[in-house]
């Protein structure tokens, strides 16, 4: 993931912010292979090709979100 991470915060697009008590802001990326995977029940997986980076504004804390593609609410 830090390699995802890192790849994030050097050519990703801004998302949006969580504005309210958080105080997030949201930058994603696509790749060309999978990043993660979702495992299901019955053993098929789904590949996770976007990731996205939440950066707490205060603090500069983040956590890497792999997803199949950009999360369209917040």
Do not use: Q
């Not at 949201?26 to 976007?50: N, Q, V, W």
């Amino acid at each position: 993931m830090e390699r995802v991470a890192t790849e994030i915060k050097l050519r990703g697009e801004r998302t949006g912010a969580d504005d309210l008590e958080d105080n997030y802001e949201r930058y994603g990326l696509y790749f060309s292979e999978p990043i993660g995977y979702i495992l299901k029940a019955d053993g098929t997986r789904i590949s996770l090709e976007y990731g996205e980076i939440k950066i707490k504004k205060t603090t500069g804390k983040y956590h890497v979100i792999p997803r199949t593609r950009p999360r369209t609410s917040y």
